[in-house]
């Protein structure tokens, strides 16, 4: 009987402490859960952890952002320094934009997957981040990713094919006939290539949108108001809200310059409401024209009319903006890039003589030309299969792309490649500009080589002697908001060099 009492007793305790044992344990697994989850709620930890490298830890870029704004460098110019260097070891840099965690590719690992998550309906949305969205919201490379916007799309994308390129050669054409003529008169004299340069192409814009060009003086309201010719009022604008764009009040909302009394808010506001009352005047007017029966011609505004009286185009504040876009996308950015390539080429000689060898063998034909003569020489057809002129705008795109490309925000938690977690609400940015000197895709990130376009060169290899895959160059973006003007682009800049 003592036996059996002391037994019970041994089992009791025994039981008691395995029960306080499984409770204390419980409560350790519990702490440790919760401390998982604090840590997973930090971003900056959550994808330290996966081996993202932080540039700044925590604190918010905005400062970095204004500064190289500021001193006239690209948004994310710190990023792109880095990328030449400290890039290696990771597949992403990592910023804090307020309380926006922003990831930017600096390899290829994930590029394929990311894109293929912005189909229709995928798990990430495009979204603009420039000054772009301020100027023209309803215009097609701003607008949120819809069935109507895939219609539309669909519908514009003729604009920048077929037949209508062949104008536009034209057109481009006339434009560097025009600077030449300019630069003729001032011979002997210090020429501001890159100011004429950048005119030209937003003549050559204007041309595409109209058949004509524009020239029209109209107020700018910067220190004092003066009168001055649209393209300048057009050009200093765009500056001023690149610098708006880069305040961590436009990065809260968008809307913020209509909702601000300052002074610099309402500077800019007058001279969008000029640059936008001139447009809309010019479209209407030709809308006008075109609806008592003139002839349609070849250019953007015919054929932005024919898609509204289709209803595909709602109104003609939303061919405005469409128009808008093309014209800004295509007057610095056209203009910067071909400066660009001017430059490299320059400081390049042998690519130079290389570039100037096959245009006088394969586009020339060993003859001297009037320039009156190169419209009907310089063809879509003549173009096409003069490769290193392709590999020096591609090279130039890469070093010097005017277009940083449009970053994702994750609609939902999701996984990339190798388990990498992403989380909803980040957004993913692969950015051409960073991408392109990435010490991880290029060998001699910022040299001027434009063999790397060459698929029996060296070059055209990963560093480490990989493929290098296509979806690196995004000097126009890639997936379904692949820029529409990219045979645009790389045909105005065939022509001027």
């Given amino acids: 009987m003592k036996t059996e009492l002391l037994f019970e007793i041994s089992f009791v305790v025994v039981a008691c402490g395995l029960f306080l044992y499984s409770l204390t344990r419980k409560k350790k697994a519990i702490g440790q ?66 309380d926006q965690t922003w990831l930017f590719p600096v390899s290829q690992k994930h590029l394929k997957l990311l894109y293929q998550h912005t189909q ?78 950048c005119n030209m192409a937003y003549d050559s814009a204007v041309y595409s949108l109209t058949g004509s060009k524009l020239d029209v003086d109209v107020p700018y309201h910067g220190d004092g108001t003066k009168e001055m010719h649209i393209r300048d009022v057009n050009h200093h604008t765009l500056i001023d809200f690149a610098k708006h764009a880069a305040t961590k009040e436009f990065v ?56 509204l009286t289709q209803g595909v185009i709602k109104d003609v504040e939303e061919a405005v903006h469409h128009g808008w876009a093309i014209l800004n996308g295509a007057h610095n950015n056209c203009g910067n890039a071909l400066s660009a390539a001017l430059y490299y080429l320059l400081k390049n000689p042998e690519c130079y003589n290389k570039l100037k060898k096959e245009l006088d063998t394969e586009l020339f034909k060993g003859k ?10 310089i063809t879509r057809e003549s173009l096409k299969d003069l490769e290193y002129l392709s590999y020096v705008v591609k090279e130039t795109l890469r070093l010097s792309s005017p277009i940083y490309g449009k970053p994702m925000r994750v609609k939902e938690d ?25 010490e991880n895709i290029w060998k001699n990130p910022l040299e ?18 990989g493929k290098r895959e296509p979806i690196v160059w995004l000097a126009f973006g890639s997936g379904p908001r692949q820029c529409m003007g990219d045979n645009y682009s790389m045909y105005f800049m065939k022509v001027g060099l």
């Fill in 120 to 197: 229709l309906n995928g798990k990430m949305e495009s979204f603009a981040f420039n000054q772009a969205v301020g100027y023209a919201p309803k215009g097609m490379p701003f607008m949120d990713t819809t069935d109507q916007w895939k219609e539309l799309r669909k519908n514009l994308a003729a604009i920048f094919h077929s037949n209508f390129m062949d104008a536009y050669l034209g057109y481009f054409n006339t434009a560097v006939n025009d600077l030449v003529t300019k630069w003729k008169g001032e011979s002997g004299k210090v020429l501001q290539v890159k100011t004429d340069i």
């Fill in 414 to 438: 999701m996984e990339l490649e190798e388990g990498f977690k992403v989380k909803k609400g980040t957004v993913i940015y692969p950015n051409n500009g960073v991408l392109g000197v990435s």
């Fill in 252 to 307: 809260k909302d968008k809307d913020y310059r209509f909702k601000s009394n300052s002074i610099t808010c309402d500077k800019l506001n007058k001279n969008m409401n000029t640059l936008g009352d001139a447009l809309t005047g010019l479209v209407t007017a030709r809308a006008g024209q075109l609806a008592e029966g003139a002839e349609a011609k070849l250019t953007i505004v015919d054929a932005a009319y024919g898609l």
């Fill in 368 to 377: 001297r030309h009037e320039q009156a003569e190169l419209k009907d020489i």
């Fill in 448 to 465: 001027f080589i434009p063999e790397r376009f060459d698929p029996e060169s060296e070059y055209f290899k990963l560093p480490q002697g």
């Fill in 33 to 98: 859960e919760h401390e998982e989850e604090k840590i997973e709620t930090d971003d900056v930890k959550f994808y330290t952890k996966q081996k993202v490298n932080f540039v700044d830890g925590d604190s918010s870029y905005i400062p970095k952002l204004k500064k190289e704004v500021d001193e006239g460098n690209p948004h994310f110019n710190n990023l792109r320094e880095l990328a030449t260097s400290s890039a290696k070891g990771t597949d992403f840099f990592g910023i804090k934009i307020e």
